[in-house]
Structures are given as structure tokens and as C-alpha cells.
């Protein structure tokens, strides 16, 4: 298979590979479009088994990170970078310095923030050789972590699919959250405050005591979360939770967590439908990380301090629009994918129109 015939290919505008011998760098830099602005998407790291599979990761997730941004109505295109490494063994600060000056080669076609791996102590080192560079702190223009947004804009749509697939609040309601990091930790913990019961799983037996402490949660074990009878299953760990396989013992009303990427393909996308789960497209869903982020490269293309107001806009935008998308898919009745789908790709072709127009 060639790059050109990957499915994840989808008419990317750059791929672009890096490799540097004395840090050890070995990276991926996708950049699917820059119809609506410069492409914008974090920076995974993660100890993929070949580079084909990163490659297919970097572009899916670049993909994805278009639709995003189109779905969030950011100026922003979407884009991706993946480190190959293991981020407990093999972070450095000459790594992440590297690293930044791939970004910067780039030519301000892409802006990076944390994505799975990564944290914006490590960003901060990349910063030294790139000015494209996002969700740091420790300066007027910076956003810090975008895990707490992502989990606050996930919540309002956990919240929101409730109360049209059960016509209830979250009090009482069961959660089952599988991976409990920094964003499925910290929609734990708002879950619980408004007074869900959660059950909870995660490889990191560490991350897992401590939201257990946190929000008396059950544990279970990874492999098990699939077989808890729940009234929301949350995936908030890596892509494809959701296939024809796990959604055979997922026992649901709600499919409706952070993860990127959590259908296995479009046939996973139906058998939900089918099954009567309504759920909430990841892309639409977690976009309060990227809006964040937004928020920060506004405030740097500007030279103006960051403004939190301008985020809790675009948080409220983003809950009217998967409002939007669940309306059309149930007066339709399609499945919310499908439905969300559409309507990313018109606003990417619609801006990718008038720029060829201009």
C-alpha cells in the first residue's frame, strides 16, 4: 500500500516525515486541510508497532481534526502530529527541541498543542525552535492544558444526549468511562459532582485509584468495560472503542465520550443506529480542547492576552451544534455520524471555495 492508497488518505494537502539521528526523533506531521486557516491538531506520542501504523494514525487523526474544527467554527484547519516513542522511557527536552523544529519547517501551515503523550512541559522545549506552538503557559496569550475544556465541552454533550435519550439530568445516571487520563479524569470527576455513578477502567492502575478515590467509582478491569450494563458508555482512551465486535456486549442507551476516532469504521457508525444508541460524533463532541487552543493562536496572532470569554462562546456554540446534528439525524433518521459527516465536509468545501475565489 502506498500513501496515496491509504483510506485514511482522503485528499490530504501535506504529509510530511522527520527523523532526526541524534535525539532519536522519528515523527509525522499530516496536515489534511487549510480550506478555513492554517491547520491546527496536538502532538501524540505513542510506541506504534510500525510506521505504517503511525502513518494511518497521523492521517485518520487529521482528518478528524478538520472536521473538528469545522464543526467548532474555528478559522482553523485540521492537522496532526504523532512522535513514535514511548512517552514514559523516551521523553527528553532535545526530543520535544526536535521536534519544534519540525513544526517550524513547516511554515506555519500547522500549530501544535498536547494530544495523548504529551503535556505542555514538553511543548514548552519544542517552543525554543517554533513559534507554532500551542497550549502552554506562563504567558499572557497562553491556554495551558486543554484537558479541563475537552472535558467540560464532553460533559454538556454527555449531558445533553441524556436528556434527549432518557429525558432525565445526570443525577443517578450510570457512566461507564473507559480511560480515566487527563480529560476522562477530569469528566470523572464533573460526572460525579453532578451526581452520576460511574464505573470506570484504565491500563494506568495509578490514574484509576486515584479518580476511584476521587468519585467512588467501581473498578473493572480494561477488557471489561464493554460488559457493564450502563446508561452512557464514555470511551476516553484511544480510537476505535466502538466496533461491531464491543458493541455486540455494550448494553447502552448513549455513546458519548472524548476519545477521537471511536467508531472501527462506518459499519460500526450503523450498527449503533441500528441498535437505537444515540451517539455523540467524537469530533463534534471533544472539541473543546482545539477551541481552546484557538483561543491561545488568536491571542498570539494578535498580541493580546488570552480571553476566556471568547472560549465560553465557542463552548456554547458547540453544544448548539451537536444539538443540530441530533435534530437532523432524528428527523432524517440517520445515523449522527453520517449526519455530522456532511456537514463538516460542506463547510470545509464551502471555505475551501471562496479561497480558491480570492
Same mark, same amino acid.
Given at each position: 500500500?502506498?500513501?496515496?492508497?491509504?483510506? %485514511?488518505?482522503?485528499?490530504?494537502?501535506?504529509?510530511?516525515?522527520?527523523?532526526?539521528?541524534?535525539?532519536?526523533?522519528?515523527?509525522?506531521?499530516?496536515?489534511?486541510?487549510?480550506? /478555513?486557516?492554517?491547520?491546527?491538531?496536538?502532538?501524540?506520542?505513542?510506541?506504534? !508497532?510500525? &510506521?505504517?501504523?503511525?502513518?494511518?494514525? %497521523?492521517? #485518520?487523526? @487529521?482528518?478528524?481534526?478538520?472536521?473538528?474544527?469545522?464543526?467548532?467554527?474555528?478559522? +482553523?484547519?485540521? $492537522?496532526?502530529?504523532?512522535?513514535?516513542?514511548?512517552?514514559?522511557?523516551?521523553?527528553?527536552?532535545?526530543?520535544?527541541? &526536535?521536534? =519544534?523544529?519540525?513544526?517550524? %519547517?513547516? $511554515? =506555519?501551515?500547522?500549530?501544535?498543542?498536547?494530544?495523548?503523550?504529551?503535556?505542555?512541559?514538553?511543548?514548552?522545549?519544542?517552543?525554543?525552535?517554533? #513559534?507554532?506552538?500551542? *497550549?502552554?503557559?506562563?504567558?499572557?496569550?497562553?491556554?495551558?492544558?486543554?484537558?479541563?475544556?475537552?472535558?467540560?465541552?464532553?460533559?454538556?454533550?454527555?449531558?445533553?444526549?441524556?436528556?434527549?435519550?432518557?429525558?432525565?439530568?445526570?443525577?443517578?445516571?450510570?457512566? !461507564?468511562?473507559?480511560?480515566? $487520563?487527563?480529560?476522562? *479524569?477530569?469528566?470523572?470527576?464533573?460526572?460525579?459532582?453532578? $451526581?452520576?455513578?460511574?464505573?470506570? %477502567?484504565?491500563?494506568?492502575?495509578?490514574?484509576?485509584?486515584?479518580?476511584?478515590? +476521587?468519585?467512588?467509582?467501581?473498578?473493572?478491569?480494561?477488557?471489561?468495560?464493554?460488559?457493564?450494563? &450502563?446508561?452512557?458508555?464514555?470511551?476516553?482512551?484511544?480510537?476505535? !472503542?466502538?466496533?461491531?465486535?464491543? +458493541?455486540? /456486549?455494550?448494553?447502552?442507551?448513549?455513546?458519548?465520550?472524548?476519545?477521537?476516532?471511536?467508531?472501527?469504521?462506518?459499519?460500526?457508525?450503523?450498527?449503533?443506529?441500528?441498535?437505537?444508541?444515540?451517539?455523540?460524533?467524537?469530533?463534534?463532541?471533544?472539541?473543546?480542547?482545539?477551541?481552546?487552543?484557538?483561543?491561545?493562536? /488568536?491571542?498570539?496572532?494578535?498580541?493580546?492576552?488570552?480571553?476566556?470569554?471568547?472560549?465560553?462562546?465557542?463552548?456554547?456554540?458547540?453544544?448548539?451544534?451537536?444539538?443540530?446534528?441530533?435534530?437532523?439525524?432524528?428527523?432524517? /433518521?440517520?445515523?449522527?455520524?453520517?449526519?455530522?459527516?456532511?456537514?463538516?465536509?460542506?463547510?470545509? @468545501? =464551502?471555505? &475551501?471555495?471562496?479561497?480558491?475565489?480570492?
Amino acid at each position: 500500500m502506498t500513501l496515496f492508497d491509504s483510506p %485514511a488518505f482522503e485528499g490530504h494537502e501535506g504529509v510530511h516525515a522527520f527523523f532526526d539521528e541524534r535525539t532519536g526523533l522519528r515523527s509525522i506531521i499530516a496536515v489534511h486541510s487549510t480550506a /478555513r486557516g492554517p491547520a491546527a491538531g496536538g502532538c501524540r506520542m505513542w510506541p506504534y !508497532a510500525t &510506521a505504517e501504523e503511525a502513518l494511518t494514525d %497521523a492521517l #485518520r487523526l @487529521s482528518r478528524a481534526m478538520s472536521y473538528k474544527n469545522a464543526m467548532a467554527d474555528l478559522e +482553523l484547519g485540521g $492537522g496532526k502530529a504523532v512522535i513514535i516513542g514511548d512517552s514514559r522511557t523516551q521523553k527528553t527536552p532535545a526530543l520535544f527541541e &526536535a521536534f =519544534g523544529r519540525a513544526v517550524e %519547517a513547516v $511554515g =506555519g501551515r500547522y500549530w501544535t498543542a498536547e494530544d495523548v503523550g504529551v503535556s505542555p512541559e514538553d511543548l514548552t522545549h519544542a517552543r525554543k525552535h517554533a #513559534r507554532y506552538v500551542a *497550549g502552554l503557559e506562563g504567558h499572557p496569550a497562553a491556554s495551558g492544558d486543554p484537558s479541563p475544556v475537552t472535558a467540560e465541552g464532553v460533559f454538556r454533550g454527555v449531558r445533553l444526549c441524556v436528556r434527549r435519550a432518557l429525558n432525565r439530568d445526570l443525577d443517578g445516571v450510570k457512566v !461507564a468511562i473507559q480511560g480515566v $487520563g487527563h480529560v476522562g *479524569g477530569y469528566l470523572a470527576e464533573k460526572l460525579h459532582a453532578a $451526581g452520576a455513578r460511574l464505573v470506570i %477502567a484504565d491500563v494506568n492502575q495509578e490514574a484509576v485509584r486515584r479518580i476511584a478515590d +476521587l468519585t467512588r467509582a467501581e473498578v473493572v478491569a480494561p477488557s471489561a468495560i464493554f460488559d457493564v450494563p &450502563a446508561d452512557v458508555f464514555a470511551p476516553c482512551a484511544l480510537g476505535g !472503542a466502538v466496533s461491531l465486535e464491543t +458493541l455486540a /456486549r455494550l448494553q447502552v442507551r448513549v455513546i458519548a465520550g472524548a476519545a477521537n476516532n471511536q467508531l472501527a469504521d462506518a459499519a460500526a457508525g450503523r450498527a449503533v443506529f441500528d441498535r437505537g444508541i444515540l451517539y455523540a460524533p467524537d469530533y463534534v463532541i471533544n472539541g473543546g480542547g482545539i477551541i481552546n487552543v484557538a483561543g491561545e493562536i /488568536r491571542a498570539l496572532e494578535r498580541d493580546e492576552a488570552f480571553d476566556p470569554a471568547w472560549v465560553e462562546a465557542k463552548l456554547e456554540r458547540l453544544d448548539q451544534t451537536l444539538a443540530e446534528v441530533l435534530d437532523r439525524a432524528q428527523y432524517e /433518521r440517520r445515523p449522527t455520524n453520517e449526519v455530522a459527516n456532511e456537514i463538516a465536509r460542506a463547510r470545509i @468545501s =464551502g471555505a &475551501a471555495e471562496k479561497k480558491a475565489a480570492a
